[in-house]
């Protein structure tokens, strides 16, 4: 488009929509360097036990592998739930975005109930530098999931009162992006934390 039709027809949403994604994206940039921080953390400190466990015999594989595969379909049905919300698919952004957040609840669930055989076990956050780390690591992708789990709630009601308005589009797109976001550190937490120490 040359620079005279760009004045009689300005294409002001898309302007302000890749404005917005440009923004999320720097956001996200920052969030992984503050999860790089935690990672580099953790594994300065993972064998810090002071006689306590260490990781592998802590770390139960096979709920972690489960939780793993719930994350994965949580950033699966938040891609495609982005795909109806540009097809503006009122319906499909709704029952998408909802599953999200109930395998991203049941994803939390089963971390709390990590964190609480942990502690049970007497092995808390102060029990050693590497439970330290630990806990810090995978209490900041929790708190990330339940921001995005609000996030969405925050989201669909609006789009079951009002359908999927341009705003409501620049907003889910920023929450598909989130959401894949948490699940790429999972992975990552999955493979550094639990694969590497088991």
Not at 78 to 91: D, E, V
Not at 126 to 155: E, P, Q
Not at 159 to 168: A, F, H, N, P, R
């Amino acid at each position: 488009m040359n620079d005279s039709m760009k004045e009689k027809y300005p294409d002001t949403y898309h302007d302000v929509y890749d404005k917005t994604m440009l923004g999320f994206w720097l956001y996200l940039v920052t969030d992984f360097m503050l999860f790089a921080t935690y990672f580099a953390v953790y594994v300065v400190l993972v064998k810090n036990t002071f006689g306590g466990p260490g990781p592998s015999e802590l770390f139960c594989l096979p709920m972690v592998l489960v939780q793993t595969l719930i994350l994965i379909t949580c950033s699966f049905t938040s891609g495609i739930g982005g795909i109806f919300a540009h097809r503006r698919n009122k319906a499909g952004v709704i029952a998408l975005f909802s599953v999200t957040f109930a395998l991203g609840l049941l994803f939390t669930v089963m971390q709390f109930c990590d964190y609480s055989r942990l502690i049970a076990s007497g092995n808390s956050w102060h029990r050693s530098a590497f439970l330290t780390a630990y806990f810090n690591l995978l209490g900041l992708h929790t708190l990330h999931m339940i921001l995005a789990m609000l996030w969405v709630i925050l989201l669909i009601i609006p789009v079951c009162k009002q359908g999927i308005t341009d705003l409501s589009l620049k907003r889910l797109s920023c929450l598909r992006m989130f959401w894949q976001f948490i699940t790429v550190v999972w992975i990552f937490i999955f493979s550094i934390v639990y694969l590497i120490g088991a």
